[in-house]
């Protein structure tokens, strides 16, 4: 199999962080923790704490089941932190796409141009809408966005938002060649098509290392049906000990308490019913040995309590790092990382692994914000 083009070429990573916007931060999976719950305060700690770590990039959530919505929070953490950038999700169509734009704009230059902007195409809350509608407004959306950042008028007569004609100059974003990155992740063939005409950086659920390669491969070509490169970047829990022995027996730990015929957070996520979260359980049904692992090093035992994300790399330092390396040589250009609790793996993972890692923030490697 030849390689496959990416966007990034040369040997570097944006490490992320996560912030816990939608709660569920937890020193025990399945269980409420009274002293993390998801309010301000909370997440402005996490935020802080990954921007004195030295974490590239961290990812603003978004959701109607409970904590903060995230361009508000964005907005307040702008002013809170100095260096990290702000990986801020938003569901298209839940706002006007030249008011998105201008959010969006107004965001980034709080920022200085340190906003990065996650693109979700889900139903809108307490709806469910027909697939191919959510792909195409997704498409729209993101179109006008780039139009609004990066043309002199706004001129789009799409099936969805037709007969828009506006001057640009009020939603200028602060980036230039191309305004904020875009990451977007899905595994659904419609999902597939508008990452590949419109991602930046498509994201990915843990996985084995094979199917990886494959969707690697398969974006790749994508992108290059429409003339596009992509970079690629995956979300991903760790837990890195002293020792792979300390490691496991932390895996072990954090689902003491989980019950699986009692509350279940998973349940009331909007994507637990989604393509990549049922084939992330496929894969742990299917590979997984009796503590979870479906190949070294990977563990997916969270996606028994979790929604979203149900993977980690477990081990000692250097097995953390080469599992990560080997996910580079693949491709991967971006992490997006979580632990449990938020703080305490943050502050492991920023000790024995970051130090090791050839940091880059991918909008400044691609001259938006140089």
Request: proline share 6%.
């Amino acid at each position: 199999m030849a390689l496959p083009t990416i966007r990034s070429e040369k040997f570097f990573c944006e490490v992320g962080w996560f912030d816990d916007l939608c709660g569920g931060d937890t020193a025990f999976l399945g269980v409420p923790d009274p002293a993390r719950v998801s309010s301000f305060e909370h997440c402005t700690n996490i935020i802080q704490l990954a921007d004195e770590l030295g974490y590239d990039n961290i990812l603003l959530p978004t959701s109607y089941m409970l904590g903060q919505e995230t361009i508000p929070f964005a907005a307040a953490a702008a002013v809170q932190t100095k260096q990290i950038n702000l990986l801020t999700a938003v569901r298209t169509g839940e706002i006007h796409p030249p008011m998105l734009a201008r959010h969006l704009s107004t965001l980034d230059h709080m920022l200085k141009g340190r906003l990065t902007v996650n693109i979700i195409n889900s139903d809108l809350p307490g709806w469910k809408e027909d697939p191919n509608h959510r792909y195409k407004r997704c498409e729209e959306v993101i179109e006008i966005l780039r139009m609004a950042w990066t043309k002199n008028r706004i001129e789009h007569n799409g099936e969805l938002y037709p007969s828009l004609n506006l001057d640009a100059s009020p939603v200028k974003s602060y980036q230039k060649n191309g305004g904020p990155l875009l990451y977007f992740g899905g595994i659904s063939p419609g999902s597939k098509d508008v990452a590949a005409k419109q991602a930046d950086v498509f994201l990915m659920w843990p996985e084995p290392i094979s199917s990886i390669k494959d969707t690697i491969h398969e974006m790749s070509n994508r992108a290059k049906h429409y003339d596009r490169t992509i970079d690629f970047g995956l979300r991903i829990h760790v837990i890195v000990r002293e020792t792979e022995e300390e490691a496991r027996a932390y895996a072990k730990h954090i689902m003491s308490k989980f019950n699986p015929e009692g509350f279940n957070l998973k349940h009331l996520a909007q994507d637990s019913q989604s393509a990549g979260v049922l084939r992330q359980d496929e894969a742990r049904n299917n590979l997984a040995d009796e503590d979870d692992f479906i190949e070294p090093q990977l563990w997916m035992g969270i996606g028994r309590a979790r929604s979203g994300c149900g993977g980690a790399i477990v081990g000692n330092p250097q097995q953390v790092l080469d599992k990560m390396n080997q996910y580079m040589e693949l491709g991967v250009r971006a992490f997006i990382l979580s632990g449990y609790p938020l703080m305490d793996e943050a502050k492991h993972f920023a000790k024995w692994v970051l130090p090791h890692l050839p940091q880059v923030k991918l909008n400044i490697l691609q001259g938006r914000n140089s």
